[in-house]
């Protein structure tokens, strides 16, 4: 069973910066894709951008150059870089690991990131 422990959430104001990790227990090819979703108060949980083991990245498009996904491989973590901050991203955000797009996987317990004016 693959764990995945996020961190790096925390109090931001609007136009910073935030960036979180995800560091997974070990590297089994059920994890080859990495990615952040996010969940705000009564809406549903969304993907922000993943990547895979190779490198090849995808963005939601409320994120494109703003965010920036990136892996260590040898240390099995994944990050996510905020930049430019929105009061709308306000939300958890939470580590996933597939071995696919569209499978089914592991998640963290997630993170809160709070954006503030």
């Known amino acids: 069973q693959v764990q995945l422990v996020e961190s790096g959430g925390g109090l931001a104001q609007a136009g910073g910066s935030l960036r979180l990790s995800c560091a997974a227990s070990?590297?089994?090819?059920?994890?080859?894709?990495m990615g952040w979703y996010r969940q705000a108060p009564g809406k549903q949980r969304e993907l922000v951008a993943d990547?895979?083991?190779?490198?090849?990245?995808r963005y939601s498009d409320f994120v494109k150059d703003r965010f920036t996904i990136s892996r260590d491989n040898a240390k099995n973590t994944v990050y996510l870089q905020m930049n430019s901050l929105k009061l709308e991203d306000t939300a958890v955000y939470f580590c996933?690991?597939?071995?696919?797009?569209?499978?089914?996987?592991?998640w963290g317990k997630g993170t809160l990131v709070t954006v503030s004016s």
């Open positions: 990547i895979t083991y190779a490198g090849v990245t």
């Open positions: 996933s690991g597939k071995v696919s797009y569209y499978a089914n996987g592991y």
């Open positions: 070990e590297f089994t090819v059920s994890i080859a894709v």
